[in-house]
C-alpha cells in the first residue's frame, strides 16, 4: 500500500516512511492512495477477537509489507499491556440506543493512548531496524504530552522533548508528564502560550540543518499511524453491537478531526456506520462548516473541554481530499485561500455529500455542566466535561432505530474542576493519579525564546551520547 500527500507534491512513501515523517514535505498529509475493504465475512470473522487481536487484523491492512506479521502481532500486544481494563476498551450502555465506549483506561487516561501506545512501539522498531534514532519535538496543551509521554518513555531509539505552557496546564496534566523520569524523556515548560510553544517547535523544524543534524520527527494527531490505530476500536464497538448485520452511529468529540476520521475509514473499509456526529465546543469551526459549507478561522476561546480548544481542525484536509475526489490541485487551492484569507467555501454540492457522512452540534460551557449533571442523575455516570460534549450531540441527532455509541474521550478525574462545577463534588481519583500527586518532577523552564531551546536540546543530546548507535 502506497501514501500520497493531499496536496499532491511530496514523495509517494510506504508506511514506514509516513509513519517516520509525519507531515509532508509540502505541507499536506499523507493517507492511503485507496481504503482497503473487508467483505462482510471478513467482518463476521472478527467477531469474538481479543482487542489486540483486532487490532492485528485492522492495522495489518495499513502496514502491509512494512511489518511481518508476527512482529506486528507482537507491537501490539505490548502495546496494550499498559491499558488497566482487560477489554481494553469496554462499552457501557447509557440508554436504550445509546452506548458509551470508555476509551479512558490507558497510561494517561485519554483517548490518545490508543494510537500513542502502538505508535511508540512502531518508532521503536522503524528505528531500530534501521540503525538510526530520532528526536522528536512536540508541543502540548495538556493530553497530547503526557499521551506521547507515555508511548516513547524508556525507548533507546527516540529522544523526546515536549514542551508545555508554563502555569497554563492543569496540575495532574503537568505531573502525567513531568513525573516520568525516563532518561529520554524531556519536559520543557516555556514561559508563554501553547502557541509560543507551537511557535518554537515550527521553528526548530524550518532550520534544516538543525532538523537534518537531529533526525528532528514528530508524533502529533496528523501522523497517519495514529489515525490507523484509532479505526480499531470503532470496528470493536460496531462488531459488539451486531456488524455486518447492523448498522450503528458514533458520536465523537471533536478538535482536530484526527478521531472522527478514523470512524470515516472504517467506514470506508465496510463497516456500516450511519452517521459520524461531530460535537464541539464553542470553538465551532466543524460545526458551522456543516451548517454552511464554509470552514472559517475564528480566535480560539477557553472552555471546559481545553482539549477541544483548537482554532483549526488541521486533519480535516484528508476528508477534504475526498471531498474534492482527490484532485490535489483544487485541495492546494483550497488551503492556500485558508492560509491566505482565513476561510474557503466548498458550495452545495459537496457539502450535501458531507452531510451524509457526518451531523454536527456544539454545546455550550453552561449546557455542558447541566448535561454532566442531568447524565448523572439518570444514569449514574460521571461523564467528562469533552464526554459529554458526544453524548448531547448523539442525543441532539436522534436515534431512529440505530444505536449511537459515544466515544468517551477522558476519564472524568482528569478535569476535577468542571466535575465539581457541574456536580458539586469533584469526581473519585483513580490510584493512578493519586500516586502522581506525591512523585518526585523533572522539568526545565525556557524562556520563550527559540537559540535558548536549541541549546538546551544540543546540550541534552550530547550528555546522552547522541547519536547512539
Ligand atoms: C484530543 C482530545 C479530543 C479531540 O480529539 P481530536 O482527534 O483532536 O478530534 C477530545 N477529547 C479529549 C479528552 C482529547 O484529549
Not at 538543525?210 to 489515525?227: D, E, G, H, M, Q
Request: aromatic content about 8%; some cysteine.
Amino acid at each position: 500500500m502506497e501514501y500520497i500527500s493531499t496536496r499532491g507534491q511530496a514523495p509517494t512513501l510506504n508506511f514506514e516512511q509516513a509513519t517516520l515523517n509525519g507531515l509532508a514535505d509540502d505541507g499536506g498529509l499523507y493517507l492511503p492512495t485507496s481504503w482497503p475493504a473487508l467483505s462482510q465475512g471478513e467482518i463476521r470473522g472478527l467477531q469474538g477477537k481479543s482487542y489486540p487481536e483486532l487490532a492485528f487484523s485492522i492495522i495489518q491492512h495499513f502496514t502491509c509489507d512494512c511489518v511481518p506479521d508476527d512482529t506486528l502481532k507482537e507491537l501490539v500486544h505490548d502495546a496494550c499491556a499498559g491499558f488497566r481494563h482487560d477489554a481494553v476498551a469496554p462499552i457501557k450502555q447509557l440508554d436504550d440506543q445509546l452506548f458509551l465506549m470508555e476509551l479512558f483506561h490507558g497510561p494517561t487516561l485519554a483517548f490518545k493512548d490508543y494510537a500513542l501506545q502502538i505508535l511508540g512501539q512502531l518508532f521503536q522498531y522503524f528505528l531500530s531496524r534501521r540503525g538510526h534514532a530520532c528526536t522528536i519535538i512536540g508541543a502540548t496543551s495538556g493530553d497530547t504530552g503526557s499521551a506521547a509521554i507515555a508511548g516513547l518513555k524508556g525507548l533507546s531509539s527516540v529522544e523526546l522533548f515536549m514542551l508545555h505552557p508554563h502555569n497554563r496546564v492543569s496540575d495532574v496534566q503537568r505531573r502525567q508528564m513531568t513525573t516520568v523520569l525516563a532518561d529520554n524523556i524531556h519536559n520543557i515548560a516555556v514561559d508563554g502560550t501553547f502557541d509560543d510553544c507551537q511557535n518554537m517547535v515550527k521553528s526548530l523544524f524550518s532550520d534544516l540543518d538543525f532538523k537534518n543534524k537531529y533526525a528532528l520527527s514528530a508524533v502529533n494527531s496528523i501522523n497517519w499511524a495514529r489515525i490507523a490505530a484509532q479505526v480499531v476500536y470503532y470496528f470493536r464497538a460496531a462488531i459488539a453491537l451486531g456488524a455486518p448485520e447492523r448498522e450503528i452511529s458514533f458520536s465523537v468529540p471533536t478538535g482536530n478531526f484526527g478521531n472522527v476520521l478514523a470512524g470515516y475509514v472504517a467506514k470506508q473499509m465496510g463497516l456500516p456506520i450511519r452517521k459520524l456526529i461531530i460535537g464541539s465546543n464553542r470553538n465551532d469551526i466543524l460545526t458551522r462548516f456543516f451548517e454552511s459549507g464554509s470552514m472559517e478561522r475564528r480566535d480560539v476561546q477557553t472552555t471546559l473541554s481545553p482539549s477541544m480548544d483548537i482554532g483549526i481542525s488541521s486533519n480535516f484536509e484528508r476528508y477534504l481530499f475526498e471531498l474534492v475526489n482527490h484532485d490535489s490541485d483544487r485541495l492546494h487551492g483550497l488551503m492556500r485561500e485558508f492560509q491566505e484569507e482565513g476561510r474557503f467555501n466548498v458550495g452545495r454540492d459537496m457539502l450535501n455529500r458531507a452531510r451524509q457522512d457526518f451531523s454536527a452540534y456544539r454545546l455550550t460551557d453552561e449546557d455542558t455542566r447541566k448535561d454532566i449533571k442531568t447524565t448523572y442523575e439518570a444514569t449514574g455516570e460521571t461523564i467528562d466535561p469533552h464526554s459529554i460534549i458526544g453524548v448531547s450531540a448523539a442525543r441532539k441527532e436522534g436515534f431512529e432505530e440505530v444505536p449511537i455509541v459515544v466515544l468517551a474521550t477522558a476519564h472524568p478525574a482528569k478535569f476535577p474542576d468542571a466535575i465539581e462545577s457541574a456536580l458539586g463534588r469533584k469526581p473519585f481519583l483513580p490510584d493512578e493519579l493519586s500516586e502522581i500527586l506525591t512523585l518526585e518532577e523533572r522539568c526545565r523552564n525556557l524562556p520563550n525564546d527559540v537559540s535558548t531551546l536549541m541549546k538546551f536540546v544540543e546540550s541534552s543530546l550530547a550528555s546522552d551520547n547522541y547519536p547512539k548507535r
